[in-house]
C-alpha cells in the first residue's frame, strides 16, 4: 500500500485435477487488475475503469504427467487371481512366504529338480523399465500478444538392461517451433568400483558428446578421465 502507483499485485489462480491414477491436470492463470494504453504497456489504471473486465487475463498454464513403468499393469487383480495366490497361504510378494497349491502333486519333485531350478533363478533378470509423458501448454497475454508460448509434448525413458547397464533417452516435439526438443540419450556401467556414464546430444544447436569414467569413492575421485566434444556452433 505504500506503492506510489500499481498497489495492487497481479491474482494468481492455481488447481488441480485428478484424471486418473497417476494422472494429474495442473493448472494456473494469472490475472492483472490494471489496464493497457494503446501501446500495450501496463498503466496504472484499473482495467474495469478503462472498459474492461475487474480483471484482465495476463497468462495460464496447463500441464499434465504420466508415468509407466513394470507395476502399471500389475495393478487391478482379479478376486479369482487373488484367491489363487493365497489358496496355499503366503503373499505373491513373497513378505510371508510364497503360496504353496497342496494339491498340486509336481511340487513333490525331486531334491536335484529342485537344486537345478534355484541355481537357474539367479540368472533370471526382470528389466526394470519406465516412461515419463509430459506435456506443457503456455498462454501469454500480459502485453496483449494473445498468444501460446509454449505447446510441447516430451517423453523419457529409462531401462535396465542388466543390474549393471542402464540406458536412457529423453526427447520431445515442440508444436509451436514444430520440431524436436533437447533429445539425449544415456548409458550408463556399473563397473564395481568404478563407473562408466556415456551421453549424447545427437541434433540441435548442442549437439555433442560426452564420456566419463571414474572411481565412485570420494575419497579417490581425482583418479578419473573424462572426453567430451564441444557443441557445433554452426548449426
Same mark, same amino acid.
Given at each position: 500500500?505504500?506503492?506510489?502507483?500499481?498497489?495492487?499485485?497481479?491474482?494468481?489462480?492455481?488447481?488441480?485435477?485428478?484424471?486418473?491414477?497417476? @494422472?494429474?491436470?495442473?493448472?494456473?492463470?494469472?490475472?492483472?487488475?490494471?489496464?493497457? *494504453?494503446?501501446?500495450?504497456?501496463?498503466?496504472? &489504471?484499473?482495467?474495469?475503469?478503462?472498459?474492461?473486465?475487474?480483471?484482465?487475463?495476463?497468462?495460464?498454464?496447463?500441464?499434465?504427467?504420466? $508415468? @509407466?513403468?513394470?507395476?502399471?499393469?500389475?495393478?487391478?487383480?482379479?478376486?479369482?487371481?487373488?484367491?489363487? +495366490? &493365497?489358496? %496355499?497361504?503366503?503373499?505373491?510378494? *513373497?513378505?510371508?512366504? &510364497?503360496?504353496?497349491?497342496? +494339491?498340486?502333486?509336481?511340487?513333490?519333485?525331486?531334491?536335484?529338480?529342485?537344486?537345478?531350478?534355484?541355481?537357474? /533363478? #539367479?540368472?533370471?533378470?526382470?528389466?526394470?523399465?519406465?516412461?515419463?509423458?509430459?506435456?506443457?501448454? $503456455?498462454?501469454?497475454?500480459?502485453?496483449?500478444? !494473445?498468444?501460446?508460448?509454449? !505447446?510441447?509434448?516430451?517423453?523419457?525413458?529409462?531401462? +535396465?538392461?542388466?543390474? #549393471?547397464?542402464?540406458?536412457?533417452?529423453?526427447? %520431445?516435439?515442440?508444436?509451436?517451433?514444430?520440431?524436436?526438443?533437447? $533429445?539425449?540419450?544415456?548409458?550408463?556401467? /556399473?563397473?564395481?568400483?568404478?563407473?562408466?556414464?556415456?551421453?549424447? &546430444?545427437?541434433?540441435?544447436?548442442?549437439? +555433442?558428446? !560426452?564420456?566419463?569414467?571414474?572411481?565412485?569413492?570420494?575419497?579417490?575421485?581425482?583418479? #578419473?578421465?573424462?572426453?567430451?566434444?564441444?557443441? *557445433?556452433?554452426?548449426?
Amino acid at each position: 500500500m505504500a506503492a506510489d502507483e500499481f498497489k495492487l499485485s497481479p491474482v494468481r489462480v492455481t488447481g488441480s485435477i485428478d484424471l486418473a491414477r497417476g @494422472l494429474t491436470l495442473n493448472t494456473g492463470a494469472t490475472f492483472d487488475p490494471y489496464a493497457l *494504453d494503446e501501446n500495450n504497456t501496463r498503466i496504472n &489504471v484499473f482495467n474495469v475503469k478503462n472498459g474492461g473486465g475487474l480483471l484482465r487475463l495476463t497468462s495460464a498454464n496447463l500441464s499434465t504427467q504420466y $508415468t @509407466l513403468n513394470n507395476d502399471t499393469f500389475k495393478r487391478g487383480q482379479s478376486e479369482e487371481q487373488i484367491n489363487e +495366490s &493365497v489358496s %496355499g497361504g503366503g503373499r505373491a510378494d *513373497d513378505l510371508f512366504g &510364497v503360496s504353496q497349491d497342496f +494339491s498340486n502333486s509336481n511340487q513333490y519333485e525331486d531334491e536335484e529338480e529342485k537344486q537345478e531350478e534355484i541355481n537357474l /533363478d #539367479k540368472y533370471i533378470y526382470k528389466l526394470p523399465w519406465s516412461i515419463n509423458l509430459a506435456y506443457s501448454l $503456455t498462454y501469454n497475454n500480459s502485453r496483449g500478444q !494473445n498468444d501460446f508460448s509454449t !505447446n510441447s509434448l516430451m517423453i523419457s525413458s529409462n531401462l +535396465s538392461l542388466t543390474p #549393471k547397464w542402464k540406458v536412457g533417452v529423453s526427447s %520431445g516435439y515442440d508444436f509451436k517451433q514444430k520440431g524436436f526438443t533437447y $533429445t539425449q540419450l544415456r548409458f550408463d556401467r /556399473d563397473l564395481d568400483s568404478w563407473r562408466l556414464n556415456f551421453s549424447w &546430444v545427437p541434433f540441435s544447436e548442442r549437439a +555433442s558428446w !560426452n564420456f566419463f569414467i571414474g572411481i565412485k569413492s570420494g575419497l579417490l575421485s581425482d583418479l #578419473k578421465y573424462e572426453k567430451r566434444s564441444e557443441p *557445433d556452433r554452426a548449426l
